[in-house]
């Protein structure tokens, strides 16, 4: 899996490019890549996604914007690469 930070953030796995969504979709990616191997909490998160103050539906936003990044890398065949299939909390 690749992952490029330069420019529009871009990720493909065998050469395949990976729809990545929106552009808080990328964003995130762009966070977790640049912090791999470190744990990047919610509050981290929500400060570099809504630096101007986030809204009250951060925390949800932020859930689903990951859920929706997981399952379109594990559509992409990433998990074999680390990436967890997405989980529906209840």
Request: proline letters at 7%; hydrophobic letters at 40%.
């Amino acid at each position: 899996m690749e992952v490029r930070l330069l420019g529009q953030v871009q990720a493909s796995c065998d050469g395949r490019p990976i729809p990545l969504g929106s552009d808080k979709q990328r964003l995130v990616l762009a966070i977790l890549a640049l912090e791999a191997g470190r744990q990047v909490t919610m509050a981290r998160l929500v400060d570099l996604l809504w630096p101007d103050g986030p809204p009250r539906s951060a925390r949800a936003t932020v859930q689903t914007l990951i859920w929706r990044l997981r399952s379109a890398l594990t559509a992409a065949g990433a998990e074999r690469y680390g990436v967890s299939e997405p989980r529906y909390s209840r």
